[in-house]
């Protein structure tokens, strides 16, 4: 049984991340936001961890994304490195653009927004 793979769902991974550094939990929360932050209105369900976690990490192995963990002795979130996927990406991982997911998001055309007079909309 293969999975079908949204074509956007990389690019909302990376606009989830265009403002901060998020962990999964919050790029969930981002994607699945009514407002204009989220991309709901553009897909058929609730988006899922187990949907996000393979784009996040596609994401990552085309070096858009960095993964970044907390080092005590630094005491700061450090980058584990470009294209470096994390062992455990929903456990104490936080995420970032890099400058060429940036220029990928800049790039980006996005599909329109669905007017219902409030934000983004949730499909029917």
Known sequence: LALTVHPDLDMYVLDALAND????????RI??????LGWRDQHPAPFTAQE???????CIRAG?????????????LVGLGN?????SPADATWYRLTSSGRLVLN???????R?????RSTLP
Do not use: F
């Open 31 to 36: 994607l699945n936001s009514p407002s204009e």
């Open 64 to 76: 858009n994304v960095e993964a970044c963990q907390y080092s005590v002795s630094e005491k700061s």
């Open 52 to 58: 996000i976690t393979p784009a996040v990490l596609r």
């Open 115 to 119: 007017e219902t007079g409030e934000g």
């Open 83 to 87: 294209k470096v996927e994390p062992s």
């Open 107 to 113: 790039s980006w055309n996005p599909p329109p927004l």
């Open 21 to 28: 550094i998020e962990d999964l939990e919050d790029i969930l």
